[in-house]
């Protein structure tokens, strides 16, 4: 397991499949079991779409006694990107994220909420998270 602060790449959702795919690039700063960094969705169809979020949230350690395993919850709140500074409201909010990642931050499952691009709430369950390089991420 990682201390300190650290830079993790993860990717939800496969190419494989019609589903967005979710890239994440996200600061962990464990002293404080803080998380923050940035988002991007995008879809593939006839109309692809990309949305960027600023993610804020809180991650939790959580142990399973029965195996021996521990695996973390993180749980973020993603603000679409302004040109303007101000303190970001409910209303900013563009995507909420909840996943449980192993300890050494290769693999784990995700789901999270979004809006398209005509604002409709879209949801998905149980995507399939991995880490990806950092210098592969457009």
């Not at 499952?109 to 604002?119: A, E």
């Amino acid at each position: 397991m990682a201390a300190g602060q650290f830079v993790v790449g993860l990717q939800v959702g496969d190419f494989n499949v019609v589903s967005p795919i979710l890239r994440l690039q996200l600061c962990v700063y464990m002293p404080q079991l803080l998380v923050g960094g940035l988002s991007t969705l995008s879809h593939s169809g006839d109309y692809p779409e990309k949305s960027s979020s600023s993610l804020l949230g809180r991650l939790h350690r959580l142990e399973n006694p029965a195996s021996g395993t521990s695996s973390f919850l993180i749980e973020c709140t993603g603000y679409a990107p302004s040109l303007w500074s101000h303190v970001p409201t409910t209303a900013d909010i563009n995507l909420e994220l909840r996943m449980v990642i192993d300890c050494d931050w290769k693999s784990g499952v995700c789901s999270f909420k979004y809006r398209d691009s005509q604002g409709h709430r879209c949801e998905v369950n149980g995507s399939a998270a991995h880490y990806i390089n950092l210098n592969t991420m457009n």
